[in-house]
């Protein structure tokens, strides 16, 4: 099985601030790899997809990078309204996906 | 606009049964595949099942096959997660969650998603 880390498992930092989120897969996975958003009681979101490619309406200040075993998420100037945990997701052994454990984001 | 909403859920003792819904409006159902994912209180997001979109393949996580069944009918747009045989630890908030890919294998890139149902299990 793929197993995904994420690192780190949570951050503060102030708004304004550039955040980055590493996530690393077991095995190469090419670019298989999606970043979620979940607030506070509400589901996941999806933001990125196929490791680098925003999804449709997403603010630009989203961004995903990396291939085979390693990957980054940054966001380039955090918002208030970006506190929330997110997640990695791996797809290169279809049909089955797995999550990375979850990065939470808080405001300093 | 794409509208997915769960039901079903509620306290239930171990060992016993539930079945989730997971109704669907806004895009045509019959061509997209659909998740099941749940979340532990507090704990991160787990895949639980998936279904393409003509019901012709489905596959489980090993922490629930053949335990779980999912299942859809396309006439009522609906998705259903039959849980059998439940433990403690499937106390979960479960999300039903669209695939991207419409037609054929899919994606697993998981494009749109409910609010979730809370499945208690407890005796």
């Known amino acids: 099985d793929i197993q995904m880390t994420q690192s780190p498992s949570s951050l503060s930092a102030s708004v304004g601030d550039r955040v980055t989120i590493t996530c690393q897969a077991s095995q190469d996975i090419s670019n298989y790899l999606n970043w979620y958003q979940q607030k506070p009681g509400k589901a996941p979101k999806l933001l990125i997809y196929?490791?680098?490619n925003l999804e449709t309406g997403v603010p630009s200040r989203f961004s995903g990078s990396g291939s085979g075993t390693d990957f980054t998420f940054t966001i380039s100037s955090l918002q208030p309204e970006d506190i929330a945990t997110y997640y990695c997701?791996?797809?290169?052994?279809?049909?089955?996906?797995?999550f990375g454990p979850g990065t939470k984001v808080d405001i300093k | 606009q794409v509208q997915l909403v769960e039901s079903g859920g509620g306290v239930v003792q171990p060992g016993r049964s539930l079945r989730l819904s997971c109704a669907a409006s806004g895009f045509t159902f019959s061509s997209y595949g659909m998740h099941w994912v749940r979340q532990a209180p507090g704990k991160g997001l787990e895949w639980v099942a998936v279904?393409?979109?003509?019901?012709?393949?489905?596959y489980y996580a090993d922490s629930v096959k053949g335990r779980f069944t999912i299942s859809r009918d396309n006439s009522k747009n609906t998705l259903y997660l039959q849980m059998n045989s439940l433990r403690a630890e499937d106390t979960a908030v479960y999300y039903c969650?669209?695939?991207?890919?419409?037609?054929?294998?899919?994606?697993?890139?998981?494009?749109?998603w409910g609010q979730g149902t809370l499945v208690t299990v407890s005796s």
């Open positions: 997701q791996q797809y290169d052994n279809l049909p089955v996906v797995t």
């Open positions: 279904i393409w979109y003509d019901g012709s393949n489905k």
């Open positions: 969650a669209r695939d991207r890919r419409e037609v054929g294998v899919v994606a697993a890139t998981l494009d749109y």
């Open positions: 196929d490791a680098s």
